[in-house]
């Protein structure tokens, strides 16, 4: 496995493999792994001749205040773990090479309306701006035919998906279910700032979420009643912080009152320093 730190270098060897007619999957990150970006990695192993992860802490999709200088980073643990999945390329560009010109001021952004100022985009309004815009940089720098992400990140997958038909980039994109802790909770490199007690209850997230399961899965089709039966859970979490229950179409993240198509049922929360997010998608007929 060989760690590539310019853009220059990097297109190089896309291009080159796929002129040899190979298919080259790119998985996006931001490193600190854990086996939800594992398994996206085992994916593209599969699927692909030549696997690209991508690892950059991107600075533009956080906003001042957020924890851009705290967000774990272990570039040698990283480094082992993608080479044992057999991922062929790690491309870890240091900011000054993904931004040259600064990432602040005159800059071209990416912004994909509507679904990005819904959910997480209230309380992060410049969040998936940020997001758009350095995967499509990434698209452009690793020309991969497919491309990975994890379902966990809902709203963001819708983003890029929505970007990535409108802007016309040639690239297949997967969404990969969601992988758990043993007790439900949702893999994140942001799991690590819970405090035990904190850890205890964020798997709260998930419980909520298997209640709005269970009553779908008895025929329950009203919104309002499955975010109350949602509320009632988290009541039983003093140390969880909701900050929204949303029930939606998970293309366009309109919001349902009555269930119906591709529901997408999204919670965040704070929870001691860390913000959470978790979701399930059912397919209602
Ligand atoms: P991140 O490094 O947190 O930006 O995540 C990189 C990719 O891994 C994104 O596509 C995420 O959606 C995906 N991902 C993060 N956590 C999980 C998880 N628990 N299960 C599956 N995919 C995940």
Same mark, same amino acid.
């Given at each position: &496995?060989? @760690?590539?730190? !310019?853009? !220059? $270098?990097?297109?190089?060897? @896309? $291009?080159?493999?796929?002129?040899?007619?190979? &298919?080259?999957?790119?998985?996006? !990150? &931001?490193? /600190?792994f854990h086996d939800g970006h594992l398994e996206l990695m085992r994916r593209a192993r599969a699927e692909c001749d030549v696997v690209v992860v991508t690892l950059f802490v991107n600075p533009t999709q956080f906003a001042p205040g957020e924890d851009l200088e705290a967000y774990p980073r272990d570039m040698e643990r990283d480094t082992e773990m993608a080479e044992s999945i057999g991922v062929d390329y790690v491309f870890a560009p240091s900011v000054d090479e993904m931004y040259p010109g600064g990432s602040e001021g005159s800059v071209t952004l990416v912004q994909v309306e509507g679904l990005s100022s819904v959910m997480c985009g209230c309380s992060r309004p410049t969040h998936f701006r940020g997001v758009a815009t350095v995967v499509s940089k990434l698209f452009n720098i690793v020309p991969a035919q497919k491309? /990975?992400?994890?379902?966990?990140?809902? #709203? #963001?997958?819708? @983003?890029?998906?929505? &970007?990535?038909?409108?802007? +016309?980039?040639?690239? +297949?994109?997967?969404?990969?279910? !969601?992988?758990?802790?043993? +007790?439900?909770?949702?893999m994140s490199s942001r799991n690590m700032y819970l405090a035990p007690v904190e850890r205890e209850q964020a798997v709260f997230l998930f419980k909520a979420l298997q209640a709005a399961r269970?009553?779908?899965?008895?025929?329950?089709?009203?919104?309002?009643s499955i975010e109350e039966s949602m509320e009632k859970v988290f009541s039983g979490a003093p140390l969880v912080d909701v900050e929204y229950i949303a029930i939606c179409d998970s293309i366009y993240l309109r919001p349902l009152e009555i269930l119906s198509g591709e529901v997408l049922i999204a @919670?965040?929360?704070?929870?001691?320093?860390?913000?959470?997010? +978790?979701?399930? #998608?059912?397919?209602? $007929?």
């Open positions: &496995m060989k @760690v590539i730190k !310019t853009k !220059t $270098e990097m297109r190089r060897i @896309v $291009e080159q493999a796929k002129a040899a007619g190979k &298919m080259v999957g790119v998985v996006p !990150t &931001m490193g /600190y491309a /990975y992400f994890g379902q966990k990140d809902a #709203q #963001q997958l819708a @983003v890029i998906r929505r &970007m990535a038909a409108d802007l +016309d980039f040639p690239v +297949d994109i997967t969404g990969a279910p !969601t992988v758990r802790e043993p +007790d439900g909770l949702a269970g009553l779908i899965e008895s025929g329950e089709r009203n919104s309002r @919670v965040a929360a704070r929870v001691g320093r860390a913000r959470l997010i +978790d979701n399930m #998608q059912f397919k209602i $007929e």
